[in-house]
């Protein structure tokens, strides 16, 4: 049952027992028999049937409530997007409910089952790497839940989204490694259809091919985007026969490995190692020298993202009131990075 929400008289029906039972199944399961146990499971799974853990607080059916997805509490682009999320819907009389995904669907589906526990009016929804989640959010879509996506789009996504130029910000960052006169060139992670199946990663080696590097085998290892994994790699790459002259770290948790692993073995940014990493985060102009970064427009993403939520919300309202509903922006909007240069990166030795 994708368009329409189950309730609880529904599953008590298809079980063939009294909603006081299927109740009964939910919060006091040992008071069941085995048997009728079963048949209220099999009539919940049935029809997708999940708790309202909202529902006496709501005011007239329409919750104030939107949730936020992030892709890991500990990287900051996350906590300033969530910061200025809330404070545009807050103007709006919305309250922010956050969640984390750990960029894994998997985990984002059990994190999505519980904001629509929550009854929110929407989602903003950090999409994570897999498909486990992808039919929960088409029945979301149904139930009419709205949810905007942001950072990254899944293949044959059909939300609204907001995203950065990633193809332009990694073009960026590659060339001007190349200008500085480095051929030997490692991105913190290689496209995987699973574990990393985003923009970043894949657009490196075609960039490098269009200034007719390649990108040898040994550099193309496969890593999540956290600083722990990014520091082994760090390690494993300049512990090679013939190490990079310059590294590329796909998020600003990725550099913090990457400049640990590089301390470490005693290597001097810029004259050992050029680095340069995407988001421009306080400490990469704390540090001797500053590190050169790709910046992403945080705020303004995240007053975009914001604001298509809140068009999304009145949009329904019109739709309910007037039967019609307003003209869509265009689905993806995209924003551009902006190259930082610092002491970082120079020409190699």
């Not at 500990?74 to 910061?83: D, G, N, S």
């Not at 699973?194 to 040994?218: H, K, T, Y």
């Not at 590329?248 to 005693?266: K, N």
Request: net charge neutral; aromatic share 6%.
């Amino acid at each position: 049952m994708l368009g329409n929400v189950s309730t609880i008289q529904d599953v008590a029906r298809l079980a063939g027992v009294s909603p006081t039972t299927a109740k009964r199944a939910l919060r006091e399961p040992d008071k069941l028999t085995p048997e009728t146990l079963a048949r209220v499971r099999t009539a919940i799974e049935q029809l997708h049937y999940e708790t309202d853990q909202r529902a006496g607080s709501l005011r007239g059916g329409q919750s104030n409530t939107i949730g936020l997805v992030v892709g890991s509490v500990v990287e900051t682009f996350f906590a300033q997007f969530a910061r200025t999320c809330s404070r545009v819907l807050a103007g709006e009389g919305y309250t922010l409910i956050i969640s984390e995904n750990e960029y894994s669907a998997a985990y984002e589906l059990t994190e999505l089952r519980r904001l629509y526990g929550q009854r929110v009016a929407g989602i903003i929804l950090r999409p994570g790497y897999g498909h486990e989640s992808r039919e929960y959010l088409a029945r979301l879509t149904e139930r009419g839940v709205n949810i905007v996506e942001y950072d990254y789009l899944p293949p044959h996504s059909s939300h609204p989204a907001v995203k950065l130029d990633n193809v332009g910000a990694m073009r960026g960052a590659v060339t001007h490694l190349h200008a500085l006169g480095h051929r030997r060139i490692a991105a913190l992670g290689t496209y995987d259809p699973v574990i990393l199946p985003e923009e970043r990663s894949r657009a490196f080696p075609e960039i490098m091919n269009a200034l007719g590097l390649v990108v040898p085998s040994e550099y193309r290892r496969v890593a999540t985007v956290n600083e722990d994994t990014a520091y082994a790699l760090t390690h494993e790459l300049l512990a090679l026969p013939t190490p990079p002259t310059a590294l590329i770290a796909l998020t600003g948790t990725q550099a913090i490995g990457a400049y640990r692993a590089i301390r470490e073995r005693g290597l001097r940014i810029p004259d050992d190692l050029s680095l340069v990493t995407f988001d421009n985060y306080s400490w990469t102009a704390l540090v001797d020298p500053p590190i050169t970064v790709v910046e992403q427009p945080v705020e303004a993403m995240a007053t975009a993202t914001a604001q298509r939520m809140l068009a999304l919300l009145r949009r329904a309202e019109l739709r309910d009131a007037e039967g019609s509903p307003t003209p869509e922006p265009p689905r993806v909007e995209v924003f551009p990075a902006r190259l930082i240069v610092r002491g970082s990166t120079a020409a190699p030795r």
